[in-house]
């Protein structure tokens, strides 16, 4: 067989990961919740914190996550986020939405704060 006339077929994998954190939780704002929702919201800054670190370490490894030290066991969001924290090729793009009422300012801020230590 001759196959200098067949293309070489090239594979590529993609992976999409959407999240929607929820945006944490401040104590004075749950010291009026359920304590079902204050657990809900204890978990969501857990998740918060863990995907921060991750964050955090995979910035400062660069190109060479391989060799990072990634601390994704720490959290099931994390764990669930592995194949992203790990592939060479992998991009974080972090969308934040915030509120324009003045009443939600410090919940924004909030945000906008979070968004920017994700950022590095």
């Known amino acids: 067989g001759n196959d200098a006339g067949k293309k070489k077929m090239r594979c590529r994998r993609g992976l999409l990961n959407l999240l929607d954190l ?15 929702r204050q657990k809900e919201s204890n978990e969501i800054n857990s998740s918060l ?15 060479n996550k391989k060799s990072a030290s990634i601390p994704y066991r720490s959290n099931n969001l994390t764990r669930l986020l592995r194949e992203s924290f790990e592939r060479e090729s992998a991009k974080l793009c972090v969308i934040a939405t915030v509120a324009p009422n003045a009443t939600d300012t410090e919940h924004s801020m909030e945000t906008l704060r979070f968004v920017s230590q994700l950022a590095g």
């Open 22 to 36: 929820a945006g944490s939780e401040r104590k004075n704002d749950s010291m009026y919740h359920s304590s079902e």
């Open 49 to 63: 914190w863990a995907l921060k670190e991750c964050v955090r370490v995979a910035n400062k490894s660069g190109k």
